[in-house]
């Protein structure tokens, strides 16, 4: 990406699991940044690189390095904030974001947010309403249908737990030879 962005080329490099965007100035341009997480948290996961721009259409396209932007941390912190269920309840996915990267490029830093996929059981995240998916290197919106086989497969999956948590039991509380027994 260096060497592209040295020797003002392009190829293409994102992929469906990476994408590039440049630090927004403006706290509404994040929006972008937000549907490209929501895509990957409903997908395969992925890595969203802060501090490249790709601009510009045809044999003028190109990738530019804009770098990290320190004010724009507080922001990069609440990505795991944005998402929704799909009854428009917030979602908790502070695991789902591993703590963001920055790295040194070029002459300066970019940052790298990390995101994984969602578990059967709690997809799809929805962000303005919307649950996004990953399809090559852009981000698209579900359809109705993708979303009802997923609620029904999500439905399955929940039922097809083997092991789930008792609260209040202790290892003590355990009877082995039962267990065995039961086994």
Not at 39 to 46: E, I, V
Not at 71 to 97: C, H, I, M, T
Not at 137 to 162: K, L, M, N, V
Not at 172 to 181: P, T, V
Request: aromatic letters at 10%; glycine letters at 8%; a negative charge.
């Amino acid at each position: 990406l260096g060497e592209l962005i040295a020797q003002d080329r392009f190829v293409f490099v994102e992929t469906d699991t990476l994408e590039f965007k440049p630090v927004p100035s403006d706290g509404n341009e994040w929006h972008r940044i937000h549907e490209s997480a929501c895509a990957f948290l409903n997908t395969r996961g992925g890595i969203i690189l802060l501090g490249i721009k790709e601009e510009g259409t045809g044999s003028q396209r190109r990738y530019r390095f804009t770098g990290w932007q320190p004010n724009a941390e507080p922001r990069v912190r609440d990505v795991s904030k944005q998402f929704r269920d799909e009854s428009g309840n917030a979602l908790n996915l502070d695991d789902a974001f591993p703590p963001p990267l920055l790295l040194e490029f070029m002459d300066g830093r970019v940052a790298a947010v990390l995101v994984d996929e969602l578990r059967a059981d709690v997809k799809y995240a929805f962000y303005r309403n919307v649950a996004y998916k990953r399809v090559l290197t852009g981000d698209q919106p579900f359809t109705d249908a993708e979303i009802e086989r997923q609620r029904e497969y999500r439905s399955a999956a929940i039922q097809a737990r083997e092991l789930e948590p008792v609260p209040g039991i202790q290892l003590k509380d355990f009877d082995l030879g039962k267990l065995n027994e039961y086994i």
